[in-house]
């Protein structure tokens, strides 16, 4: 973008990190896939695979994001020539790398695949939704960290709370982006009856995303690009405090969703109700495959 110093613009691209994010991210998101496929055809509801694929895709709009946070992925090889990043395509003068669909699925889509049944079946309840954000917050974390460090890319801007040069409060914001979106997705599962119902998936992943990091984050997106003077380190520290409060405050709404006890805990006649609507439940998955069917 024009308004990316030209000392960025010009960092060499770690071309060994770029191979490992690219091998490693593609090797797990087969995985993935493999455990969508098996688990979808188990419980008869393609909800697993459509919930992967929904973030792959929303991966397309990455280039709004970087330029919202001020991430630039580095383009130059070690003789200073562009062209480095395997990309499929740029947008606002951001070369995108090809990883960030795998790195989409992984982030964004495991809490779905991994924990989405016990949320829609009620097993889990809300003590367990702020382990799932804390637990997501760390997993970017670590992701972002070594990547960053990597010099596979870097987040430019005058961000506050830096540790091993990441911001925190975009593992923050992804943290709440991936806790909503599972729960609200979770929420459609259990009220549609066809596996059409199920593709608003694909719709609700880009709601959330942009929802809960252009929402949520606006206060410190805001702050990092007032004009100067009114742009200053002060400024944007309080805004990112902002930020990070309303994503707590999210995650909390959310899990007034969410039983307050688990299912092991409830009397024996409240357990025998979780019972059945669980069994509603896989009733519904049914009717799903002898729809799709």
Request: net charge negative; glycine share 8%; aromatic share 14%.
């Amino acid at each position: 973008m024009g308004r990316t110093p030209p000392g960025i613009l010009d960092n060499e691209l770690n071309e060994v990190m770029q191979a490992v994010l690219t091998v490693a991210s593609w090797g797990l998101v087969l995985v993935m896939l493999v455990i969508a496929w098996r688990l979808g055809k188990k419980q008869r509801t393609p909800f697993y695979i459509f919930a992967c694929l929904a973030a792959a895709v929303a991966a397309f709009a990455e280039p709004l994001y970087d330029v919202a946070f001020d991430l630039w992925f580095y383009d130059v090889n070690s003789s200073g020539a562009s062209g480095a990043m395997w990309s499929h395509f740029t947008a606002y003068d951001i070369v995108q790398p090809n990883w960030s669909h795998s790195g989409y699925m992984i982030l964004y889509a495991n809490a779905a695949l991994f924990i989405g049944h016990k949320i829609a079946r009620g097993n889990w309840g809300r003590r367990e939704l702020f382990m799932i954000f804390g637990a997501e917050f760390l997993i970017s974390c670590t992701f972002e960290m070594i990547a960053i460090n990597g010099n596979a890319y870097e987040y430019w801007g005058p961000h506050q709370f830096r540790v091993f040069q990441y911001p925190l409060v975009i593992g923050v914001l992804e943290a709440a982006q991936v806790t909503t979106f599972t729960v609200v997705a979770c929420l459609l599962w259990n009220k549609v009856r066809s596996w059409v119902g199920l593709l608003g998936l694909f719709a609700l992943f880009p709601i959330t995303f942009f929802g809960v990091n252009f929402g949520v984050g606006s206060p410190v997106i805001i702050a990092m690009h007032l004009n100067d003077p009114a742009s200053t380190g002060f400024v944007v520290a309080c805004a990112t405090l902002i930020s990070i409060a309303w994503a707590v405050a999210l995650v909390y709404g959310l899990s007034l969703f969410m039983p307050k006890e688990l299912e092991s805990s409830l009397p024996t006649q409240r357990r025998r109700d979780v019972d059945l609507r669980q069994e509603e439940h896989e009733g519904v998955g049914a009717g799903v495959a002898a729809t799709a069917n």
